[in-house]
């Protein structure tokens, strides 16, 4: 059974920065599609970015495109998400998803969260103006 736990959510205001943690236990690290999706009250969930363990594939959002950096550290079995210059509207709740057993890159261009196998609790970020 995979287990993702998410961190490093919090507030700040606009055009300041947060990191995100996505930690993953419980399978082998690589070869997994990793996804980040928000979720604001009243909206639909949306994808934010992926990222192949292992290795050649990442995808971001237009809409974080430029600001938003996935990334991963193999040896904490980590993903992270760099957010830069954020704006009111990217506040919502984070939260991270995998599929693991993944042996081509492609194969992560999934973008409903559905498509993914498992999935963490969340991590809030709150943008004030």
Do not use: H
């Amino acid at each position: 059974q995979v287990q993702l736990v998410e961190s490093g959510g919090g507030s700040v205001q606009s055009g300041g920065s947060l990191r995100l943690s996505c930690a993953a236990s419980g399978t082998s690290f690589s070869r997994m599609c990793m996804g980040w999706f928000r979720q604001a009250p009243g909206q639909e969930r949306e994808l934010v970015a992926i990222i192949y363990t292992g290795g050649g594939y990442t995808y971001y959002a237009d809409s974080v495109k430029g600001r938003f950096t996935i990334s991963q550290d193999n040896a904490e079995s980590t993903v992270y998400l760099r957010m830069n210059s954020l704006k009111p509207e990217d506040t919502a709740m984070y939260s991270c998803a995998a599929i693991p057993g993944v042996f081509w890159p492609g194969s992560c261009s999934r973008s409903s969260r559905d498509q993914y196998n498992f999935g963490g609790q969340g991590t809030q970020v709150t943008v004030s103006s």
